[in-house]
Each structure stands twice: as C-alpha cells, then as structure tokens.
C-alpha cells in the first residue's frame, strides 16, 4: 500500500502572492498529518524561493511523519537542507536544466557529478532520491550513482490523451518499477497525479509513495486541507 507525501509549496506560493504571512504550508502540513498524510514534502528553489528558510526549519520540528525536501543540486540549496536534516533528499532539475522530456534528471549525462553529491548526503544519514523519467536507463544510472530511491515522474502519464494510451504508460511504469525494485531502490511517484488519475498509479505493486500537491491543495479550497488528504488517502488505499 503506496504512502501519501503531501507538498505544501502551493501553499507557500499564495502566500507570496499575498504578501502576507498566510496561508501558512507549516499550517497546511500539521492539517495534512491530521488528515492522514505519511509525509510533507517541500521544495527549494534557487530561481524563485517561495518557500522560506523559516518553514523548513520549522518544519523540520513540528512534522511527525517524514520531511521530503525536494531541490536542485545547487550548493546554496544543499547546505540549507542538510543544516536542517530532513529524513529524505529528492534531486530534481531547477526549470528545464539538466532535465530529460518527461521533466526528471539526466542522471545518466551527469554521472560522476551526482556521485560525489548524493555521497555527501548519505554522509548525513539521510535518504536520497533522483526524480527520474520512466525510463529504466536512468533508473539504472541513478542506482549506480549511489541513490536510495527514484521519484518516477508521472508527466506522460497524466497527460496521456486516451485511455489506451494511459494504460500503455501505466505498463511502462510498472515494468520500470519492477526494475527498480530488483536493483534494491525504493520507488515513489509524482508529479501531474490528482483525483482522477491516482487510482492506477497507486496500484502499482513496487510503487511506496506518491507525492502529490498541486490537487489536494486545489480540493482544500473548497473542503479544507485536512478533509482533501482525507480523500486522496482513501483513493490511494
């Protein structure tokens, strides 16, 4: 049964939009927690910082579930989150920059550099993951360059443009899952997955997590926080 991470970064967004101290994502997290969620996610960017270096501090102290701060292998970036040691690291490309089609990591172009970055995480004792493609020769490059898991991401997925092509997708992803499992890596998903689509997606055996933001937090609008995790766990379950 796949584990539900919850991204709070939208949150953080409105709240720069407002130029105010609300909605607060630290908020957001203890109402997705209460409605169920085994994680909060969040994400660093260097480009254009929504979120604070406050809420992932204090973040880091109020979440009881598991804190997954996604980012960009950029120094600034990675000397912020292992000050504060969350329990997992997700690499992702900032924008389009060293990115593949489906938005992931050119793990594979970028080998020898993601050695020496995921070794200096894993130093700290904290899981590291590479937001990758489906595609099993990334998954195979990410496994070889020392990660824990892949974030396997779901663009082509969700933007399939017939059911036929859904499925044929959701077989891609489950074979590289498979995969990816053989070779001792966990397996999350994300990106694109919202109420309609989660459903095949969270059954796929080999995936253990699925983060999703951008939906539950459009729900939460009208429902509330805790009440839109609520639903998806039950989607996923």
Avoid at 11 to 22: D, I, N, Q, S
Avoid at 127 to 138: K, S, Y
Avoid at 189 to 206: K, V
């Amino acid at each position: 049964m796949a584990r539900l991470g919850v991204n709070v970064e939208k949150v953080a967004l409105l709240r720069m939009g407002a130029k105010t101290g609300e909605p607060d994502p630290v908020a957001c997290a203890v109402l997705a927690e209460l409605g169920g969620a085994d994680g909060i996610v969040c994400r660093l960017r260097k480009d254009s910082p929504v979120m604070k270096e406050r809420d992932i501090t204090v973040l880091r102290d109020i979440v009881k579930t598991h804190l997954n701060i996604q980012m960009a292998p950029e120094e600034e970036l990675l000397a912020m989150a292992l000050s504060v040691e969350p329990d997992m690291i997700t690499l992702m490309p900032e924008k389009n920059a060293g990115s593949t089609e489906g938005g992931g990591f050119d793990v594979l172009g970028h080998l020898s550099r993601f050695e020496k970055i995921i070794s200096r995480i894993r130093n700290q004792g904290i899981v590291v993951t590479f937001a990758v493609d489906p595609i099993l020769q990334q998954v195979k490059a990410a496994a070889k360059a020392g990660a824990d898991y892949v974030e396997l991401q779901m663009t082509r997925y969700s933007d399939a443009r017939d059911m036929a092509d859904r499925m044929d997708q959701m077989e891609a992803i489950g074979s590289v899952a498979l995969g990816a499992a053989k070779m001792g890596l966990g397996v999350s998903a994300g990106s694109g997955l919202d109420f309609q689509n989660i459903s095949g997606i969270a059954a796929i055996e080999y995936i253990e997590e699925i983060n999703i933001g951008h939906a539950i937090l459009a729900r939460a609008m009208s429902i509330g926080m805790e009440a839109a995790v609520r639903d998806m766990v039950a989607l996923i379950h």
